[in-house]
Nanobody, 127 residues
Framework: QVQLVESGGGLVQAGGSLRLSCAAS????????MAWFRQAPGKEREFVAG????????DYADSVKGRFTISRDNAKNTVPLQMNSLNTEDAAVYYC????????????????????WGQGTQVTVSS
């Protein structure tokens, strides 16, 4: 099993940047595909960015491509999400998710694909 803890959320002005981080417990972190999702009030939780077990494959929602960057450090068991050029539509609770995938080299896009979730971190963007 793995436990996930997000951090780095907060209030930022439109056009600004934030860096979220997901810290994972466990000694088999490198066998998990990871992702960030977000959920705004009244909306479904949606995929934001995903990364394969080794970090060699990444993908993003169209709405964040070119602005957000996902990475991972398997030595430190962390998955940062760098968010630039934030706008009010990016405001949401951001969740880290993990899927045991045993070196599939894939990114997974739906909530049902993930077995473990963090508690979320709030991102607020002021106009």
């Amino acid at each position: 099993q793995v436990q996930l803890v997000e951090s780095g959320g907060g209030l930022v002005q439109a056009g600004g940047s934030l860096r979220l981080s997901c810290a994972a417990s466990g000694r088999t972190f490198s066998t998990y595909a990871m992702a960030w999702f977000r959920q705004a009030p009244g909306k479904e939780r949606e995929f934001v960015a995903g990364i394969s077990e080794s970090g060699g494959v990444t993908d993003y929602a169209d709405s964040v491509k070119g602005r957000f960057t996902i990475s991972r450090d398997n030595a430190k068991n962390t998955v940062p999400l760098q968010m630039n050029s934030l706008n009010t539509e990016d405001a949401a609770v951001y969740y880290c998710a993990a899927r045991r995938s045993l070196y599939s080299g894939s990114v997974y896009y739906t909530r049902a694909n993930y077995d473990y979730w963090g508690q979320g971190t709030q991102v607020t963007v002021s106009s």
